[in-house]
């Protein structure tokens, strides 16, 4: 048998271990800590992406003369679709977030009601995006009520579903 255990001529190629290298090599080590700076920048570049059809599905609505009542549904005005599509779509992976960091998991019925959507109105026009993904990302507790006008909503949706 040749060299490497790999058998040559009118034979398949095989080799005698399918094992890979393992992955502690120097580039690897010099690559790890940008893995996180990708990731940011990808979610950047698809949030840019997000918040630009969500522009263009306004401008859609108001020019068939939809967004008005689409809005009064939804109980919101016109001079909110800034901060919606500043917020979008961070704001409901912050909510999610912040519902499980809070450990508050609505029942199936609260995740219909009217507390719910007022929670997803108030989230998708906070101003204070900055504060909630820092303390997303603190590990901490009980700052929460310093910044989110949902935290007596948290509350009572944790008191309803114990």
């Known amino acids: 048998m040749p060299l490497g255990g790999m058998r040559l001529g009118r034979e398949r190629m095989m080799t005698t271990t399918s094992e890979k290298p393992a992955r502690t090599g120097l580039c690897c080590r010099i690559a790890a800590p940008f893995a996180g700076v990708l990731e940011r920048i990808q979610r950047r570049v698809r949030d840019v992406r997000a918040r630009t059809a969500i522009r263009s599905e306004f401008a859609r609505l108001d020019s068939c003369g939809e967004l008005g009542p689409m809005l009064s549904d939804f109980g919101l005005s016109s001079s909110a679709l ?37 929670i997803e109105r108030a989230c998708l026009q906070c101003g204070a995006g900055r504060q909630c993904d820092h303390w997303l990302r603190s590990g901490t507790l009980g700052q929460e009520r310093r910044f989110c006008p949902n935290a007596e909503a948290f509350d009572r949706l944790r008191a309803q579903s114990r």
Request: hydrophobic residues 40%.
């Open 82 to 118: 800034p901060e919606i599509v500043k917020n979008h779509p961070a704001a409901p992976r912050r909510l999610a977030g912040m519902l499980q960091r809070l450990g508050v998991k609505p029942t199936a019925s609260q995740q219909r009601g009217a507390e719910m959507r007022a």
